[in-house]
């Protein structure tokens, strides 16, 4: 946001003709391409007062908007208002801009305004190094008054983005408020930034489509990234848009103003124009055995490269003999070892030079075994209200094909706004009544054809284990499971599918074997790990399930308090659903030796062997096992610092609690300078561990003298410690007795603030097993393992603890 004023703004301009001129042409011009796009001599900008600075590897952009207030305007006042913008930026503006300060401008119309344009530095980032990193747009909204970016204006701000993009401007998409104190671009247009909708995606550089038998306007807009308004202008496209098979359509390019041609080589991530070539799918893409017209043609380039080694085809399906001719491929370009294992790479997919095909990049693939897009996830997904990556990329295509019912987003969450939107899209489909009541189904989802997500390609509910079907489980993964062997043809439910694992479970699941090609024992019904993964179950949500987002790792430390939480349980659900339950009740909020052990049995089945399979949880293992999120945060161990006693305090060289937890976190930073180990005594090793310190934290001279200053002192982060006096330690015995005493109390509140409380109420005076439990927290802290950590206080520990006196 810079300086901007409102604006009284006058009637209809030369701009209102300009640009029912500009959607005129675009119908009727052959490989046109798509943006609406406002010059400067368009909109009547004046000249700037000095030249421009060069814009050189600029990251990406930075989302602005106007001000404080801005009503919502007639599209024949989009120019005048412009016009306006820059008069009061060059006139009266306390910045005193010498041009509009913006690089581009979107109305809420969807027009693209040209500013300082391309090529050129803002001035409307903040300052000159901001200015240097990215390109500004701005949007034509406020704090005040039109506040909500629409579908239009989105569109718009896609077709900025590219368009500059295509100047040389980086991938980096940012609201003006990264970077600059600020509120702009506002919270609305803020939360796009933020969850990707503003990113215009693969660029389609221009060129022409052949209808296909099935296909929509809406599949031809996905597959070339361009939005579906721009391929009905360029076509003359009247409604109801029925589609001949056999038509050519021109797809015009993306953020590229009406006459101009896309710059060499920029932006065709999507695949170029007509004609050109296949860009690399992914490593992982071939690695599905995906069934794509892609590998059609990568084959037969194989065979023009003289390394076709089928005995027939090639054909659709990837297949062992594909990956074999590939290896001869990266043979003959010079490739040994594992470099030429036949699975395709970037560097000799390039070389190879394969065909574009219907198929584009294999990123809309479609059905299941391609893994383009995301298989119906159920009725039930929906109506769970989940937070999923789906969702974003199901409101994404509700956009896409003029059913955005979004005020903000759309986002993760599923929204009364995605009901309505997918209930329009139902409605546009021809449902009416409880057909189209917003809750998406099978039939009408295939239609929307959502892309693949990291939440929902099919293939993210990871394999449960062989044991863990034969266990006969009741979970929702058999649901998902049997959902989707309905869609491969291979339902033989009665009713259902349902949790249960049933003889129709595997009877569907035999069926699917069968027509993966296996026969005999490995077609006998049983889930086995390839025959899963190809299956690309969804995830399932809920108990046992991994739908929506996942718990973030709360940390190995966690854990080892002994923690009581809803993470506890969800982690919990989820080994009893990968085979590994050594529960004999539950799982619980209340960590245990039995989380632990299941644990350990994850672990194991992971790989992990010795002390990486101790049972304790790690960030690997955790992110494998997929724990739903649970919005329980843990709450971390509570670390309280000493504040800095003053440098006199040191300087009467003390004895103390104080020192001695100093001269402990030394040590810990590598500073032992003691002979006889730390201490509370302020002693000269102490003052030589201190003055390593300082030289650490780059001191020199009479600034790493030994004596603590405030600064190095935060920077040590020296950990409470409770003045003295102390209760003493009154020996293990008397805590084996049971006693009722004031130092319980104490000792229970000094525990409560390490984070090892694990009271329910209190604590109190009377030695309880909840106690014990807290002191066993604490010793796990202190560093104690196996039988050491029995809950029973020992000098030691209770000295660290560090208990206020209560006791005469």
């Known amino acids: 946001m810079v300086s901007t004023r409102p604006l009284g703004l006058s009637g209809s301009s030369k701009m209102a003709r300009t640009l029912l001129t500009i959607t005129t042409l675009l119908a009727i011009v052959q490989n046109a391409t798509a943006m609406y796009f406002v010059s400067r001599d368009g909109w009547g900008a004046r000249a700037p007062r000095e030249a421009y600075t060069p814009m050189t590897n600029a990251l990406g ?36 801009y010498f041009d509009f ?138 409604e109801p848009y029925e589609l001949v098979i056999g038509d050519v359509l021109e797809i015009p390019a993306r ?43 990568m084959g037969k380039r194989l065979v023009a490269e003289g390394c076709g080694k089928y005995a027939s085809g090639p054909g659709p399906q990837w297949t062992d003999v594909d990956q074999a001719s590939y290896k001869c491929w990266q043979q003959k370009l010079g490739y040994t070892g594992a470099d030429a294992d036949g699975w395709p790479g970037q560097s000799s997919w390039d070389q190879l030079k394969v065909p574009l095909t219907e198929d584009g990049d294999g990123s809309s693939s479609g059905g299941s075994g391609g893994g383009g897009l995301t298989p119906f996830p159920g009725a039930d997904f929906f109506q769970a209200e989940p937070r999923s990556d789906i969702i974003t990329a199901m409101g994404k295509r509700l956009v896409a094909e003029g059913c955005g019912k979004y005020s903000v987003g759309p986002g ?120 899963w993964d190809q299956l690309k179950v969804p995830s399932s949500g809920g108990t046992g399930g991994t739908g929506g987002s996942t718990q973030a790792f709360p940390g190995t430390a ?69 724990v739903p999120n649970t919005d329980n945060s843990p709450n971390p161990v509570p670390v309280l610092f000493e504040p800095f006693p003053g440098a006199a ?54 600034n790493a003298d030994g004596w603590p200053g405030q600064a190095s002192w935060d920077a040590l982060k020296v950990h409470r410690v409770t003045p003295l006096p102390v209760e003493p330690f009154p020996g293990t015995a008397w805590f084996k007795s049971s006693p009722n005493s004031p130092i319980i109390t104490e000792m229970g509140k000094r525990l409560v603030a390490q984070g090892c409380g694990q009271y329910s109420s209190g604590p109190g005076p009377q030695w309880t097993d909840t106690d014990r439990s807290s002191f066993r927290c604490w010793q796990r802290v202190c560093g104690y393992t196996n039988s050491a950590v029995d809950g029973w206080p020992d000098a030691e520990t209770w000295e660290k603890l560090v208990v206020p006196r209560v006791s005469g």
């Open 255 to 297: 953020g590229v103003p009406l006459g101009q041609l896309p710059p060499d080589g920029g932006g065709n991530e999507g695949g170029g124009s007509s004609g050109d070539l296949t860009p690399f799918p992914g490593a992982e893409w071939f690695k599905s055995q995906p069934n794509s017209a892609i590998v059609t043609a």
């Open 412 to 531: 993760p969450q599923w929204t009364d706004a995605d009901r309505a939107s997918y209930r329009c899209w139902q409605g546009k489909l021809g449902y009416t009544g409880a057909d189209a009541d917003g809750w998406p189904g099978q039939t009408s989802w295939d239609q929307l054809k959502v892309p693949a997500t990291e939440d929902g390609d099919g293939s993210s509910e990871p394999f449960p284990g062989a044991s863990w079907f034969q266990g006969s489980p009741n979970s929702p993964i058999i649901t998902a499971m049997g959902r989707r062997l309905v869609a491969e043809g291979c339902g033989k439910y009665s009713v259902g599918p349902g949790p249960q694992w049933s003889d129709a479970d595997r009877e569907s699941y035999k069926c699917w074997q069968v027509k993966l090609g296996y026969t005999g024992a490995d077609a006998d019904g049983w889930p086995g790990a390839t025959s």
């Open 101 to 238: 300060a913006y690089s581009l401008a979107v109305c809420q119309h969807g027009y693209v305004y040209d500013g300082r344009g391309k090529g050129h530095r803002s001035g409307a980032n903040g300052n000159q190094v901001l200015n240097a990193n990215h390109y500004a747009v701005v949007a034509f909204l406020a704090k005040q008054g039109l506040t909500q970016p629409n579908t239009p204006m989105i569109t718009g701000i896609q077709d900025a983005i590219a368009y500059l993009r295509r100047a040389g401007a980086g991938n980096e998409i940012k609201g003006h408020r990264d970077g600059y104190a600020t509120e702009c671009p506002g919270a609305p247009l803020y939360a796009l930034v933020q969850d990707g909708t503003l990113d215009p995606g693969k660029l389609w550089n221009g060129g022409s489509h052949t209808v296909a038998n099935g296909e929509t306007l809406g599949d031809i807009s996905l597959k070339y990234n361009v939005p579906r308004k721009y391929i009905i202008d360029v076509n003359d496209l009247k």
């Open 649 to 702: 305090y040191f300087t009467a060289e003390p004895s103390s609690w104080i020192v001695n937890e100093m001269s402990l976190r030394l040590v810990q930073v590598g500073c032992d300078k003691f002979s006889v180990g730390p201490g509370p005594e302020w002693t000269d090793d102490t003052r030589a561990s201190y003055k390593c310190w300082q030289q650490q934290l780059g001191y020199s001279g009479a």
């Open 61 to 96: 952009v930075k989302i602005h908007y106007l001000g404080t207030f801005f009503s919502g305007i007639e599209h024949s006042q989009c120019d005048d208002h412009m016009r306006s913008t820059q008069n009061y930026q060059m006139d009266d503006s306390p910045e005193d």
């Open 558 to 626: 966690w854990f080892k308090t002994e923690p009581n939480s809803l993470i506890i349980t969800a982690m919990g659900k989820r080994l009893v659903s990968v085979g590994c339950n050594k529960y004999s009740s539950g799982p619980g909020t209340q960590w245990s030796d039995a989380d632990r052990e299941s644990y350990k049995c994850w672990q194991q089945q992971l790989g992990y062997t010795g002390a990486d399979a101790d049972g304790w949880p790690g960030q690997s293992s955790w992110d494998a096992l997929k």
